[in-house]
């Protein structure tokens, strides 16, 4: 049986430098440190964290805080503040590239635009892109969600890091129905569509595709949905306690992919199981 | 016989808007006026001008100049220092919308963009607006065309005022997959866009159409092309004098529609004509 991972499999960069930075939190200030929310959507690096002391709050009021981690998704402005009112000291792990939305975003509100974030309104990312475009600022998620918006005369456009092309495309081409000024920040990441691309091309090569990744993840579940879409036998796991060796009957190619917040070693732990399997058929 | 005319036949605003400044400063000074370059692409408005007294120069060294008239598509900046320099007065004709072009690409100039002008380099409009992009600007008619351009991180666009929001859209979409800021200045003036469209309907309804304008007017070859294209029967003509009575034979329902530069007088003496025809029948 042969064991294929896609390329791009696992931590994104923005993820990667969130974890090394919140481990090195935790080796400074055991028990002092708290993230805001879970660091990333995935139970097991979240409890990993955990077990080197730095524990998840959902309310900067809560625990015994010294220091507080912003995570990868980042946090409105407001948020810095009153950390800062509070005299805790901030970490901050908000990806480069949210980080750069906000800023684009902000310079749009300051330049007088009307403001639209394409993008997920209930995705933290969102909301903390929000809090920089001002509160006249609109999220939209598809060219259908537009037409309800009275569009101004000067609009400016920044997108969540995940959004896919085609949809921001299709929103700035309605948007130039009508707007004589349209400012684009493309602020989309590749990562996210590189390693669907990648998850969509094991797909069509193997037999079994095994999805490795946080059961909440949203990035995780959307691949295991573009293995599916393929038409191939797909599973999505957390961890290898799950893979069933029936799965491997018969099965000559193995596919081996994860999303953004699955980290390395939960990926290779997966693989080696996988072998072990082998070896005993 | 029906004889039926598009709504939007004729002079666009701001053709209308130069042959009234050109009429009234042939008022004013008959014979120390010129034009740089025919006022319009229409031989019978420019021999009406020329009566007046207002003739056409393409060198402001020739003549016994006393003002020059800046015909609608506009010039480059150098050409009104070049005409202060010589101590004539300017008379400033160039369409608004033409002007809101060469100020927004002076705009994204200034401002660091990669300046692109969406449009046919070869007219006079784009070579206007391209003394205000920069020597660093680029015009693109097409996405192909922009394949061998190789575009920066800041590109800011503007449009010829004739262009189809399709083109330029599609330009847009491409410039999206590499760019980081694109900021769109969407110049485009619908009157071309709305006349065709009304031609395009028209043709639809009735058995021949007779298009009204300069031979050499792109966009009213552009409208004989468009009836020609749904399958009418279409004549395009500069006077009435060319109309044929056979045309006619058996038909039941005409349209009439006329170019940007194609003044009323021109339109209505074809229609009078018609009528006649249709009394001799």
């Known amino acids: 049986m042969n064991i294929f991972i896609t390329k791009n499999a696992g931590f994104c960069f923005g993820v990667k430098r969130a974890i090394n930075i919140a481990f090195k939190a935790a080796a400074e200030d055991k028990n002092g440190t708290y993230t805001l929310g879970p660091i990333i959507h995935n139970p097991q690096v979240v409890q990993k964290l955990a077990d080197e002391g730095v524990k998840e709050i959902e309310d900067i009021n809560q625990g015994n805080i010294r220091s507080i981690i912003i995570r990868s998704h980042g946090v409105r402005p407001e948020v810095y503040s009153d950390i800062k009112t509070k005299g805790y000291r901030i970490i901050d792990a908000t990806c480069p590239f949210v980080k750069n939305a906000q800023r684009h975003a902000d310079i749009l509100k300051k330049e007088g635009y009307q403001v639209i974030i394409i993008g997920d309104k209930e995705h933290p990312e969102v909301k ?101 879409e393929i038409g191939t036998e797909t599973y999505h796991i957390e961890v290898p306690d799950e893979l069933r060796e029936e799965w491997f009957d018969g099965i000559e190619n193995v596919g081996v992919t994860g999303g953004a917040s699955t980290p390395d070693w939960a990926i290779n732990a997966v693989i080696e199981r996988i072998k072990e399997i082998n070896k005993r058929r």
């Open 128 to 228: 903390s892109i929000l809090g920089y475009a001002g509160s006249k600022a609109i999220v939209v998620g598809s060219v259908e969600a537009l037409q309800s918006v009275k569009l101004r005369k000067k609009v400016g456009i920044v997108a969540q890091t995940t959004q896919h092309y085609g949809n921001v495309v299709s929103i700035v081409r309605e948007c130039l129905k009508t707007v004589r000024e349209l400012r684009v920040f493309n602020t989309i990441c590749d990562s996210t569509h590189v390693r669907q691309e990648a998850t969509k091309e094991l797909a069509k090569k193997v037999d079994v595709m095994i999805v490795v990744g946080g059961r909440c993840s949203a990035n995780t579940g959307r691949l295991a949905e573009i293995a599916r």
